[in-house]
């Protein structure tokens, strides 16, 4: 049988940590403006409830349940909440990691600021013109960068190369 005393002792810590999700600010909520600026029920009224979480409340979807993790063809992954471009399908690799990663993102797509939540320092990537939370960045990717920009694949949206011309 379980002690109140651990009972009570966890309870509080999940509580706790829930607690620090509320405290941090959010990219869009954060002192910095963006090109695309929108109300929280614009925001909600556009998205699917699992963007919303994850673009503008910095979530993120089960490893493995991205449809884009399978997504091969040429063309461009933009954000899902103002359709930047924001990677090549010529910078994604399979990192195992079950989230779609890609070593560099195109020029001037991106923004980055720290993230300390989970008791960890990580670089979080955001969307740099409507601020949406794309993911992390790591430095255990491929060469030429050495990075990995591991996305959350809700957050982006897949537009494929147009056929070439025979």
């Not at 869009?28 to 994850?54: C, G, H, M, N, S």
């Not at 670089?123 to 990717?141: K, Q």
């Amino acid at each position: 049988m379980i002690d109140r005393r651990i009972l009570l002792a966890s309870v509080a810590s999940l509580f706790g940590f829930a607690g620090f999700r509320w405290l941090r600010a959010s990219p869009a909520e954060a002192a910095e403006k963006f090109e695309v600026e929108k109300t929280d029920a614009e925001w909600r009224a556009q998205l699917t409830p699992q963007q919303y979480e994850i673009l503008r409340k910095q979530g993120t979807e089960r490893p493995g349940s991205s449809p884009l993790l399978k997504e091969h063809r040429k063309g461009i992954f933009a954000c899902a909440g103002c359709d930047l471009p924001l990677f090549s399908s010529e910078t994604k690799f399979e990192s195992g990691t079950g989230w779609p990663s890609f070593y560099a993102p195109l020029e001037n797509a991106v923004g980055t600021t720290e993230d300390r939540m989970l008791g960890m320092l990580r670089t979080e990537v955001h969307c740099r013109r409507c601020g949406g939370h794309l993911g992390h960045v790591f430095d255990d990717g491929p060469k030429p960068t050495g990075l990995r920009y591991c996305m959350d694949g809700l957050a982006l949206v897949f537009h494929p190369a147009a056929p070439s011309a025979s």
